[in-house]
């Protein structure tokens, strides 16, 4: 490899023209990265050993998920994906994945020597396959562009939750998605072909029909540069609104302060997410949606808006002066910490004051339930097991609305059309998508999907919206 002196080019914001932006856009490219991709799949089927064999980072970090061997919470990792130059050098190895942290433009080409180019900068979002965390799950499908559906060669097709995280991302109307055909090394040749069959079978008539389907081992690392070379060219180049106003949605947020700091160092909260639409920048004034959740002595909801300013904006450790949408991002705010510490924040949205959509207490919706519930274990001798009921007036569920995870009591049905109250209010706008969720034997099972047509905000509801000053 080249010097370890850096070449990135560097961002300045007084030359930012949000009008010329790209996602390719070298400038932007070098230092965050601007496609999200999710890694879908059953348990313990190998998603994190993916994204660490092509990040080389680990997404399992805390505790708990070491202690089980399993991903509890949404990882995050981002790599980046270079092609040599050399038109000689055969494929697929001439693409080789670095971490995000890489500061050269052109590292050498282990193959030939040649110069390497950039071709991709992608952000892992890793999602656990457990099915406790279905809600989980749900959360990280908001933000991705594409997914890696994972399928063990040792085991058959479908498990559960692979047929319960397939139904998600077709009800986020993922398009783009790459099966891999993970643990190919624990099986003998014809038994993978034997799966592989299986796959095509599991897939014909779904979103994933006719999505590629590669043999890798993520433990070894077999065939990790074809699926580098899969991500360059096998996922289309997203489309992406760069002018209008910024709206973040948050999937993690962090208390970055240790026990014991003095008080002059305390550093405000961290929200971790990605950008729909718009440029984030250094010194923004924002506004976090719907804020501070409280209710009155008479049990009304009210929610104080948040306000504060972007400190900083951190892809993984690469600082940036601006960020764009597509990646995972990290916004430091003055924002008391105690309300971003485990998380707290998750589910709220980030933008310009007076400029994010209304917060809504009430929804009304057009949905669409499946036929047979997923992921879970029916008897094949009870001629109606696993068909999902219809929608009842006063039953619980759990709607999925962007990063927002929240329980909804149903008001009232009638035809496709279903009104909810909402047990926590979602700063959301009318036509945006979500994923409903019923309890079946003690755990939330995706049952279906809606389409905001309207709904009641706080302020309707004779509640006052309330502002909040929070600075650390």
Request: hydrophobic share 40%; proline share 5%.
């Amino acid at each position: 490899m080249s010097s370890t002196v850096s070449d990135l080019p560097v961002q300045r914001v007084e030359e930012l023209n949000v009008e010329t932006l790209d996602p390719y856009n070298p400038v932007v490219m070098a230092h965050q990265a601007t496609v999200n991709i999710g890694t879908i799949g059953h348990v313990q089927h190998g998603k994190s050993t993916v994204v660490k064999s092509i990040s080389g980072t680990n997404t399992i970090r805390f505790k708990d998920e070491r202690f089980m061997n399993i991903t509890i919470k949404l990882g995050y990792a981002n790599a980046k994906i270079f092609k040599c130059d050399n038109a000689a050098c055969l494929r697929p190895d001439n693409y080789r994945s670095f971490p995000s942290s890489m500061n050269q433009m052109k590292p050498t080409c282990l193959k030939c020597n040649s110069p390497m180019t950039l071709q991709r900068h992608v952000s892992f979002v890793d999602c656990p396959g457990h099915e406790l965390l279905m809600a989980t799950m749900l959360n990280g499908a908001a933000v991705m562009d594409a997914a890696l559906l994972l399928i063990a060669g040792n085991e058959s097709c479908p498990q559960l939750q692979t047929s319960e995280h397939l139904a998600a991302v077709e009800i986020m109307k993922l398009r783009n998605i790459i099966i891999l055909q993970n643990k190919i090394d624990l099986v003998k040749e014809k038994e993978a072909a034997s799966q592989y069959d299986e796959i095509l079978n599991f897939v014909r008539g779904t979103v994933a029909d006719g999505a590629p389907i590669i043999p890798i081992s993520a433990q070894l690392k077999y065939n990790i540069e074809v699926v580098c070379e899969y991500l360059c060219t096998k996922i289309p180049k997203p489309i992406r609104d760069f002018t209008s106003s910024p709206r973040f949605v948050v999937i993690r947020s962090f208390d970055v302060n240790l026990p014991g700091d003095d008080v002059e160092n305390l550093k405000g909260g961290v929200a971790g997410g990605s950008i729909l639409r718009g440029v984030l920048k250094l010194g923004q004034a924002v506004e976090v949606r719907p804020g501070f959740i409280t209710r009155d002595s008479e049990n009304r909801t009210k929610c104080l808006t948040v306000y504060s300013h972007v400190l900083s904006l951190k892809a993984e450790s690469n600082p940036l002066a601006y960020a764009v949408p597509g990646g995972l991002i990290g916004v430091g705010t003055r924002i008391d910490p105690n309300l971003t510490r485990a998380d707290r924040l998750v589910g709220q949205v980030i933008g310009e004051v007076g400029k994010l959509p209304e917060v809504f207490a009430e929804i009304e919706i057009s949905y669409f339930l499946l036929r047979h519930l997923l992921g879970v274990r029916t008897d094949p001798n009870v001629k109606k097991s696993g068909r999902i009921a219809k929608l009842e007036r006063g039953e619980m569920l759990m709607v999925n609305i962007g990063s927002t995870s929240t329980g909804a009591r149903v008001l009232s049905v009638k035809g496709d059309l279903a009104k909810f109250v909402l047990t926590t209010p979602v700063c959301s706008f009318e036509g945006e998508k979500l994923a409903l969720s019923r309890r079946v034997d003690k755990h939330w099972r995706l049952i279906g999907w809606g389409i905001i047509r309207r709904g009641v905000t706080i302020s309707e509801e004779g509640e006052e919206e309330e502002e909040l000053e929070t600075n650390a």
